[in-house]
């Protein structure tokens, strides 16, 4: 159906296409772009780009090794190609990461070409994500236009959650990236009705899988519908050709874990993150089902009730509230109008509508995978909201675009004006958590959303030079927020498990915490303001009536009020900042002192010490480049190794030094979440060690010598 559009004609939107290009040369071709696009397509494409990878590689090396456990994951990677392969924390293969490895692979190969260091562990991740900004503009593009792509490909790049994963160490850039690649291989299968895009679609959420388990099956409700409507071949074969596509999906999430299950205990690491050394406990578990119920052995947190998770409040407005809000939701409401929007003009359309059959694959992956993270009441983090980040630059370039093309048509302008100045509004109120904060943006922001709304809505009686400034106007007040904080996520260095986008999330920076924190907030993320136990870098519980941090004296765990959480101290001088073993989930940083004494006869032994919890192992196994076993794993609370195993390896004269305070501080407990008591494998270490070795402190740090006993023991 074509409609004759009142009001001007704008060339970046309406212009003609540039000739044909058959006689240049393939250079003046790739700047050029293809003949059908408009003169102005490619170039504005490269520019994207070429802004993204600024964005993305600027001061890439100022948060050093960023995680610090996949960091370290890395380096044994780097030494060891069974480490690489399983994903192990450790060179000598003591235990895995609880994750699967295709995340570490990447910057395996990176860091074995251009040696170990914050470089080659974060410029795979920003090459991922500029990548993954050019697949979403094709994908937009193929079927919307590429003004439709650039939209899209823009909102993406500049969204504050992306900005901050794409320069980081963790595992969702590469899925991010992997799942952008299968929505393009769905749409042109859609187009094609070939079985071969549908194959290659499962094979890249496959792939996802082994980069980040379960999460990467929540876009394939939304694919096999999407097919199953539109895909033009009957349904029949429609419905074989989905099968196809599920059994490479199986194949390609499934082989690794064959090969993992079907390997020997002896002969691999422990599986991290499980409780029975099984792959399949890990998926299902921990990493599965268990972050829906909140029912996860092993996991830090009490477990919550009501509408409450162990990390924070769930429901419906979770997106939206004071720890999930500036990461990825300043757009979601423009995309969820303009999503219904495409959908509604696509109604009477042809079963095999394209369009429609992107809305439902971009929208649907914007629904399961919004209300997944709403409801969940396990482990949930804010950084987890990138995952959203292409399907609302996506929705947002594709409902723009289709109602850019009918606005002639009073009511369906109103969609684009409703949109625009929905996300001005809403940015006003993000804005507005945290007003110190170039205060002048916020009234901006609102002044230009609602009058460019207000001009788009009139559009068919403005003269050209007002339809420019409706345009401007529209793009300051969608965009001008959240690029604000993309710019200042790519200039604050982040470290630790937790990061947070924007100004909020910086302050956490050295407890390797991020999030905005504060009284009243489920879990606050702040430095110096933990609670009543905790110290620097410390961790509140609601209301801040207790917390943990590593400032916290020495002497183990203690149990805050009603059993929620309680203070985790370090011994010596505690944590992170103050050079000690650190936080429960940021890395430890040794002094020189304390390096030079670990890697003393490092050669002798398999582990040059023993801690507990895989990220205060961390940063001594970087800081020294050797091994380091990390008990219990990334919580400490994994049971491995038993008390006999740990005995036999000392005296086997495996392992050098026991370093005290790691995790759960100095006597090794963990005071976890009402009726989790203590982690009673690592307690039981820690209390052998105290009581058969003599403890000496080297660099505020307290260290066990086990290959030389105490002359008498304590009972």
Request: with cysteine; aromatic share 10%.
């Amino acid at each position: 159906m074509t409609t004759t559009v009142a009001g001007p004609s704008l060339p970046f939107l309406d212009g003609p296409a540039q000739p044909g290009l058959a006689s240049r040369g393939r250079v003046a071709r790739w700047v050029r772009g293809p003949s059908g696009d408009p003169v102005w397509a490619r170039p504005a494409l490269l520019g994207l780009l070429a802004l993204t990878a600024l964005l993305y590689l600027w001061d890439l090396g100022a948060s050093g090794d960023a995680n610090s456990f996949y960091a370290a994951a890395v380096q044994a990677g780097t030494k060891s190609w069974k480490a690489m392969f399983f994903g192990s924390f450790d060179s000598s293969n003591f235990i895995t990461v609880d994750k699967p490895p295709a995340a570490l692979w990447v910057m395996d190969i990176s860091a074995r070409i251009f040696g170990f260091n914050s470089w080659s562990l974060l410029v795979p991740q920003a090459l991922e994500g500029v990548a993954a900004v050019g697949v979403l503009y094709a994908t937009v593009k193929r079927w919307f236009g590429p003004g439709a792509g650039l939209l899209a490909g823009a909102v993406l790049a500049c969204t504050p959650v992306a900005v901050l994963m794409f320069k980081y160490n963790n595992p969702d850039a590469l899925l991010v990236l992997l799942l952008v690649l299968s929505a393009y291989a769905m749409q042109r299968a859609v187009e094609k009705g070939q079985t071969r895009w549908l194959v290659l679609a499962g094979a890249l959420v496959g792939f996802g899988f082994i980069t980040k388990m379960l999460q990467a099956f929540l876009v394939v409700p939304a694919f096999a519908l999407a097919y199953l409507i539109a895909g033009p071949t009957p349904l029949r074969k429609r419905i074989l050709q989905l099968l196809a596509g599920g059994l490479a999906l199986v194949v390609a999430a499934g082989w690794w874990v064959a090969v993992v299950q079907l390997t020997p205990a002896a002969d691999r690491p422990y599986v991290g993150g499980s409780q029975d050394n099984s792959l399949l406990n890990l998926i299902f578990g921990y990493n599965g089902f268990g972050r829906l119920t909140g029912n996860e052995t092993g996991s830090v947190g009490g477990g919550g009730g009501g509408g409450t998770g162990q990390w924070g409040p769930t429901g419906l407005t979770r997106l939206f509230n004071s720890s999930f809000g500036s990461q990825a939701s300043w757009l979601i409401p423009a995309a969820l109008v303009l999503g219904v929007a495409g959908l509604w003009m696509t109604r009477r359309t042809v079963r095999t509508d394209a369009r429609r059959a992107a809305f439902i694959i971009w929208g649907g992956w914007l629904v399961v995978t919004g209300l997944v993270l709403s409801l969940s009441k396990g482990i949930i983090h804010p950084y987890y909201t990138v995952a959203l980040a292409p399907a609302i630059g996506a929705l947002v370039g594709m409902g723009a675009a289709i109602v850019w093309r009918h606005r002639a048509q009073r009511f369906i302008s109103w969609w684009l004006s409703a949109a625009v100045a929905l996300s001005a509004v809403w940015a006003y109120e993000l804005l507005g958590r945290d007003a110190s904060w170039h205060s002048w943006l916020r009234p901006l922001v609102l002044v230009c959303g609602l009058v460019g709304a207000a001009l788009l809505a009139a559009w068919p009686i403005m003269r050209r030079s007002l339809a420019v400034l409706a345009l401007s106007l529209a793009l300051i007040g969608g965009l001008g927020a959240p690029l604000a904080y993309a710019l200042n996520t790519s200039t604050t260095p982040h470290s630790g498990a937790i990061p947070s986008a924007g100004p909020a999330g910086a302050g956490a920076a050295p407890g390797g915490f991020g999030g905005r924190g504060g009284p009243g907030a489920q879990f606050g993320f702040r430095a110096g303001r933990g609670a009543a136990a905790g110290g620097t870098g410390g961790f509140g519980t609601p209301g801040g009536a207790a917390g943990f941090g590593g400032g916290a004296p020495a002497g183990g765990a203690t149990t805050g009020p009603a059993g929620r959480f309680g203070g985790f101290g370090a011994a010596g001088a505690g944590g992170r900042a103050a050079g000690g073993a650190g936080g429960l989930l940021s890395g430890s940083s040794p002094s020189k002192a304390l390096v030079a004494e670990l890697e003393s006869g490092s050669k002798h032994y398999k582990w040059i010490a023993a801690t507990v919890g895989a990220n205060s192992a961390a940063g001594y196994q970087i800081g020294t480049g050797q091994a380091v076993m990390a008990i219990g794993g990334f919580n400490g609370t994994d049971p491995a190794p038993s008390l006999s195993e740990f005995e036999a390896d000392v005296a086997a004269g495996d392992i050098h030094w026991f370093i005290g305070g790691g995790g759960g501080g100095g006597g090794g407990g963990f005071g976890f979440g009402a009726g989790r008591g203590t982690t009673q494998v690592s307690s039981e270490i820690s209390s052998w060690v105290q009581s058969h070795f003599t403890a000496t402190t080297v660099g505020g740090v307290t260290l066990y010598n086990l290959t030389a006993p105490a002359s008498s023991t304590a009972s």
